[in-house]
Nanobody
Framework: QVQLVESGGGLVQAGGSLRLSCAAS????????MGWYRQAPGKQRELVAH???????TYADSVKGRFTISRDNAKNTVYLQMNSLKPEDTAVYYC???????????WGKGTLVTVSS
């Protein structure tokens, strides 16, 4: 089992910044992908960004150039720096940990990000 603890959500004005953190603990595999998904009211959960254990990143088109994902493998922690936030970025953001070899996904409980116009 892997446990994920997220932090850093909150309320921010449009154009502002927030930084999300997610710390993983438990049965950590060296080969994994960690990332962030989000779900806005009435919408499906969507990928925001993810990063492999080797540092390869993938971003949703809607956040490219504004969000940056990074990780500290020594701390089993992934970060999401969100700049130039827009009201449409408002959602619950979920941390995801994917074990590559087993294909098992783990999810955090989510942290709410609200961007006011």
């Amino acid at each position: 089992q892997v446990q994920l603890v997220e932090s850093g959500g909150g309320l921010v004005q449009a154009g502002g910044s927030l930084r999300l953190s997610c710390a993983a603990s438990g049965s950590i595999s060296r080969i994994n992908i960690m990332g962030w998904y989000r779900q806005a009211p009435g919408k499906q959960r969507e990928l925001v960004a993810h990063i492999t254990h080797g540092g390869i990143t993938t971003y949703a088109d809607s956040v490219k150039g504004r969000f940056t994902i990074s990780r500290d493998n020594a701390k089993n922690t992934v970060y999401l720096q969100m700049n130039s936030l827009k009201p449409e970025d408002t959602a619950v953001y979920y941390c995801n940990y994917k074990q590559i070899l087993s294909g098992i996904d783990y999810w955090g409980k989510g942290t709410l990000v609200t961007v006011s116009s």
